[in-house]
């Protein structure tokens, strides 16, 4: 492990999309605020990386905490909506976000709901100068509000530890995510704030596993996420033209 460096390392956080989040802050565990679309889809999330991660490490999921011993990363937590339920299973866990007031609300609700998560207010580029490494890492709707989203990616997958797991999340740079995610969730739905998103930094396919092989990642599948307005649900499908998730490995 190297020594942490007395020189702050360049950042991929965006002053404005952290302003943006800051506002917001407060509305974290608010299911029917600015975050609903988060815990309405927020099942579906937790469904896939817990299964990715049972493939990858091999654990029994009729155990109580089954992902014991294992350490897990979420980049640009928010306010711990992913954090605590992997808490729950067990690991870790430790939460990032470069919002400082997004960390504090987050490790207020953890203490309140009795779990001990680390939380700090850092971008993966300083973990990365501390020499640190996860055996789960998550990136999930983070990285279509970063600066430079292949330094990112690179920096999500040098924190990946050998034979470790990372799971990404985001919206597809397509007409129809921009017809569904940026004019209906902002404009019609009201689901999300006017401006919450920048369809222009919307991710491709091609492009995240394109950033995650960079880092040294392989990748082992991608799953897309539709809702059904009439059922008011989200499901996963093959679908990856809106939202997607993606898994990818590091060799061990």
């Given at each position: ?95 990032i976000d470069a919002t400082e007031k997004n960390t504090k609300i987050a490790a207020v609700h953890a203490e309140q709901s009795g779990l001990d998560i680390t939380y700090r207010n850092a971008t993966p ?128």
């Amino acid at each position: 492990m190297t020594a942490p460096s007395s020189e702050r390392p360049a950042s991929s956080a965006l002053d404005n999309e952290v302003a943006k989040f800051a506002a917001m802050a407060d509305t974290w565990w608010d299911p029917d605020g600015p975050f609903k679309p988060l815990h309405t889809f927020n099942p579906k999330r937790l469904a896939y990386i817990r299964d990715r991660a049972v493939e990858r490490f091999g654990r029994d999921m009729e155990q109580r905490h089954p992902f014991a011993g294992l350490s897990l990363l979420d980049i640009g937590c928010g306010g711990g909506l992913l954090c605590e339920p992997m808490a729950r299973l067990g690991f870790e866990v430790t939460g990032i976000d470069a919002t400082e007031k997004n960390t504090k609300i987050a490790a207020v609700h953890a203490e309140q709901s009795g779990l001990d998560i680390t939380y700090r207010n850092a971008t993966p580029e300083v973990l990365v100068a501390e020499g640190k490494t996860f055996d789960v890492v998550l990136t999930m709707e983070v990285v279509e509000h970063v600066a430079d989203v292949d330094a990112f990616l690179h920096s999500c997958g040098t924190l990946v530890a050998p034979g470790g797991l990372l799971v990404g999340a985001t919206l597809n740079r397509t007409m129809k995510a921009f017809a569904l995610a940026k004019v209906g969730a902002e404009y019609v739905l009201r689901w999300l704030p006017k401006g919450t998103h920048d369809w222009k930094k919307f991710v491709r396919p091609s492009e995240f596993a394109a950033g995650l092989r960079v880092g040294g990642l392989t990748i082992d599948g991608m799953v897309g996420m539709t809702f059904n307005p009439l059922a008011g649900e989200w499901s996963l499908s093959r679908d990856l033209d809106v939202n997607y998730m993606i898994a990818a490995h590091k060799a061990g």
